[in-house]
């Protein structure tokens, strides 16, 4: 089961835009529109932050947005503040056998 | 709120069996519209699915470990429980459980509430 595959890290000053990729295959990502995104700060657990593409729980802020092309899907923050700077997954059912993969994780570094 | 909680040895000895169990509270375990999972994360390394149980019946299991674990529900204590066989050091890693969340009819599957995280050390 191969993870998703997304930059080690991304870095952006405050009030700026940072985007981070997650790319899979035609078997993830690809085919389902499951892709959901987990922000992790340092010895705490991972925290829903996008499901199902674009859609954001309740009180997640609408800096963060997802979106999708192909087998690539993508977590956007704007208005980059200093509490943002965490660890980002994403993650895609993947099919019946496969069923669920993570992404190799993003460190985001506010300037 | 749901809330989970992981409770089991912090420490488990090469070859033998590593058993995690998850109490969930301010919810049922028994609704059809969440699945409920373990996830682990190794030292310094990313987040791992390991599997997740329907309370409908049957299990999915991430391919690499599906011959070492296996997870079960507990309705009457509103728990589920991993077990992973034959443990090695690279078995060593905090481990979370977490509900999936599925729906029904609209499907979807995401991890919407998580526990704190157990780590556990695998020794030789």
């Known amino acids: 089961q191969s993870a998703l595959t997304q930059p080690r890290s991304v870095s952006g000053s405050p009030g700026q835009s940072v985007t981070i990729s997650c790319t899979g295959t035609s078997s993830d990502v690809g085919t389902y529109n499951y892709v959901s995104w987990y922000q992790q700060h340092p010895g705490k657990a991972p925290k829903l932050m996008i499901y199902d593409v674009n859609r954001r729980p309740s009180g997640v802020p609408d800096r963060f947005s997802g979106s999708k092309s192909g087998n690539t899907a993508s977590l956007t923050i704007s208005r980059l503040q200093a509490e943002d700077e965490a660890d980002y997954y994403c993650?895609?059912?993947?099919?019946?056998?496969?069923?669920?993969?993570f992404g190799t994780g993003t460190k985001v570094t506010v300037l | 709120q749901v809330q989970l909680q992981e409770s089991g040895p912090g420490l488990v000895k090469a070859s033998e069996t590593l058993s995690l169990t998850c109490t969930v509270s301010g919810g049922s375990i028994s609704s059809g519209d969440y699945s409920w999972g373990w996830i682990r994360q190794s030292p310094e390394k990313g987040l791992g699915w390991i599997g997740s149980?329907?309370?409908?019946?049957?299990?999915y299991y991430n391919p690499s470990l599906q011959s070492r674990v296996t997870i079960s529900l507990d309705t009457s204590k509103n728990q589920f429980s991993l077990r992973l066989t034959s443990v090695n050091a690279a078995d060593t890693a905090v481990y979370y459980c977490?509900?999936?969340?599925?729906?029904?009819?609209?499907?979807?599957?995401?991890?919407?509430?998580w526990g704190q995280g157990s780590l556990v050390t695998v020794s030789s």
């Open positions: 977490a509900r999936l969340f599925i729906g029904s009819p609209r499907r979807s599957f995401y991890f919407d509430n």
């Open positions: 993650s895609s059912y993947a099919g019946s056998y496969t069923f669920y993969v």
């Open positions: 149980a329907f309370y409908s019946g049957g299990a």
